[in-house]
Nanobody, 116 residues
Framework: QVQLVESGGGSVQPGESLKLSCTKS????????MGWYRQALGKQRELVAM??????TNYADSVKGRFTISRYSFNTVYLQMNSLKPEDTAVYYC???????????WGQGTQVTISS
């Protein structure tokens, strides 16, 4: 299976920025998407942003215009989070999934806390 290593996260005030990164351990020989989900306390896990191996991106409506997902290489993606709000507080999980369902892996999660 694919191993995912996350970094970034932390605690900041509203309006500030954070950057998350995620690196996968192996190359995937088929079309796949890689990116981030989040889970706030007492809520279901939800999509934040994903980027496909062909560069196509997908964002949750709640983060459009504030978050940007990008790819440094075929193994590393970044999530730049600007204008953070208290409602962005959650554990952020990196995910990679192939279109053919052969691969579907999760990172260990990183806490993002927005509070004044």
């Amino acid at each position: 299976q694919v191993q995912l290593v996350e970094s970034g996260g932390g605690s900041v005030q509203p309006g500030e920025s954070l950057k998350l990164s995620c690196t996968k351990s192996i190359s995937i020989p088929t079309r796949y998407s890689m990116g981030w989900y989040r889970q706030a306390l007492g809520k279901q896990r939800e999509l934040v942003a994903m980027i496909a191996s062909d560069g196509q991106t997908n964002y949750a409506d709640s983060v459009k215009g504030r978050f940007t997902i990008s790819r440094y290489s075929f193994n590393t993606v970044y999530l730049q989070m600007n204008s953070l709000k208290p409602e962005d507080t959650a554990v952020y999980y990196c995910n990679v999934q192939s279109d053919n369902a052969r691969y579907n892996s999760w990172g260990q999660g990183t806490q993002v806390t927005i509070s004044s």
